[in-house]
């Protein structure tokens, strides 16, 4: 079944008020205050052409205390309201070169977070061509669950931290 980001949000909401009344219950890491941090603030949106694979991808996420939604890059990514809502977007592509470069473009005119792309193309060339595009970073497929966890969690990590132009210099 899909989920919402409201019912996303209230399971991990659900996980947080369990921390907080028995901190050493068995079945969920404890929470660390980077991960609370991380928590109230990002949700990760994953467009893919590969619903099954989104779908295992945000499962894994949502464990992790990060409210993820997965949505098919075809039909629902254009109708979902990307600026402001999201932390970070993860696209999973299977289309060609030209496809994949307009697609990047799009989402980074329109989100100023992290954008990981993740293909099944090796060729250089297309990778410098997406990060031209504005993508963050580009990753070839195939990709194991948790490495794909660790980069998107070093991610939102990063986009968390104060930037200098958020502070006035003297």
């Known amino acids: 079944t899909d989920l919402t980001i409201a019912q996303v949000n209230a399971d991990c909401s659900a996980v947080k008020n369990i921390h907080r009344r ?7 890491p404890q929470l660390t205050s980077t991960m609370e941090k991380t928590m109230t603030h990002a949700q990760v949106l994953i467009a893919s052409d590969d619903p099954e694979s989104a779908r295992l991808w945000a499962l894994g996420i949502s464990q ?3 409210p993820a939604v997965a949505v098919r890059l075809e ?13 970070l977007i993860a696209l999973d592509v299977s289309d060609p070169e030209p496809q994949t ?7 980074r005119a329109a989100f ?3 954008i990981l792309l993740c293909s099944h193309e090796r060729d250089e060339r297309f990778h410098v061509r997406v990060y031209e595009a504005g993508i963050d970073e580009s990753i070839t497929k195939p990709i194991g ?8 969690m070093a ?3 990063r986009a968390a ?3 200098v132009h958020q502070y006035e210099l003297p």
């Open 64 to 66: 992790r205390y990060i």
């Open 145 to 152: 669950i948790p490495l794909f966890l660790a980069k998107v």
């Open 112 to 114: 100023e977070g992290p």
């Open 22 to 28: 028995w901190p050493h219950f068995i079945g969920y």
């Open 161 to 163: 931290m104060p930037t």
């Open 75 to 87: 039909e629902d990514f254009a109708e979902t309201q990307i600026s402001g809502a999201f932390g």
């Open 155 to 157: 991610w939102l990590r």
């Open 101 to 107: 470069v307009a697609l990047c473009r799009g989402v």
